[in-house]
């Protein structure tokens, strides 16, 4: 069983940074891990995941040059870290765990998902 919660949200003005951090209940260190993204009246799309070694990662374009994500297994935490932020990287956004080491951009991919957290850019 694996449980997920995300922080780190908040207001942030474009151009800014901010972490958010994934903390685990649960063994996570197996699995790979993403960070996917909602805004209202839009559909969840992927941003972000990593393998379960943190060897590998894997960013959508909209993101890459500007998130990294992380991970540290001891503490059962992954992050992800927001540089350059714009308008329109405002949304929720969830962590979520996958059936396996590697894990894609699909939401399929993942079995569980934590209750998100809100970032809000303002221009």
């Known amino acids: 069983q694996v449980q997920l919660v995300e922080s780190g949200g908040g207001l942030v003005q474009a151009g800014g940074s901010l972490r958010l951090s994934c903390a685990a209940s649960?063994?996570?260190?197996?699995?790979?891990v993403g960070w996917f993204r909602q805004a209202p009246r839009k559909e969840r799309e992927f941003v972000a995941r990593?393998?379960?070694?943190?060897?590998?990662?894997y960013y959508a374009d909209s993101v890459k040059g500007r998130f990294t994500i992380s991970r540290d297994n001891a503490k059962n935490m992954v992050y992800l870290q927001m540089s350059s932020l714009e308008s329109e990287d405002t949304a929720v956004y969830y962590c979520?765990?996958?059936?396996?080491?590697?894990?894609?951009?699909?939401?399929?991919?993942?079995?569980?998902w934590g209750q998100g957290t809100q970032v809000t850019v303002s221009s």
């Open positions: 979520a765990a996958a059936r396996g080491s590697r894990g894609g951009p699909s939401p399929d991919d993942y079995d569980y």
């Open positions: 649960g063994r996570t260190s197996s699995r790979a």
């Open positions: 990593i393998n379960s070694s943190g060897g590998y990662t």
